[in-house]
């Protein structure tokens, strides 16, 4: 098992920054990807970003390409989604997750194991 408390969330106006962590708690992190997901009102929960056992590959999506970057401190046993140039179309519960599955690295919710409780992000326009 491995347990995932997110934190940092908060408002912030529209071009702010907010970082994002993801404390783990349990078995060992660095055998797990870790991603970031999101999910706004009346939407689907989707995938945001992901980080690499080793932290040294990460990918994330086209919308937060150049604004948002994923990292982690395995002695840490910690997750960071930094965010930048926030827009209102960012406005979502964000939640970090974590698989011990191998290969590419996944996208799809389904793939994770292990799910944090999430954090609200509002960007005010």
């Known amino acids: 098992q491995v347990q995932l408390v997110e934190s940092g969330g908060g408002l912030v106006q529209a071009g702010g920054s907010l970082t994002l962590s993801c404390a783990a708690s349990?078995?060992?992190?660095?055998?797990?990807?870790v991603g970031w997901f999101r999910q706004a009102p009346g939407k689907e929960r989707e995938f945001v970003a992901a980080?690499?056992?080793?932290?040294?590959?990460?990918y994330s999506t086209d919308s937060v390409k150049g604004r948002f970057t994923i990292s982690r401190d395995n002695a840490k046993t910690t997750i960071y989604l930094k965010m930048n140039s926030l827009q209102s179309e960012d406005t979502a519960v964000y939640y970090c997750a974590a698989t011990a599955t191998f290969g590419n690295i996944p996208r799809s919710r389904r793939e994770y194991d292990y799910w944090g409780q999430g954090t609200q992000v509002t960007v005010s326009s």
């Open positions: 349990g078995r060992t992190l660095w055998t797990h990807v």
């Open positions: 980080i690499t056992r080793s932290g040294t590959s990460s």
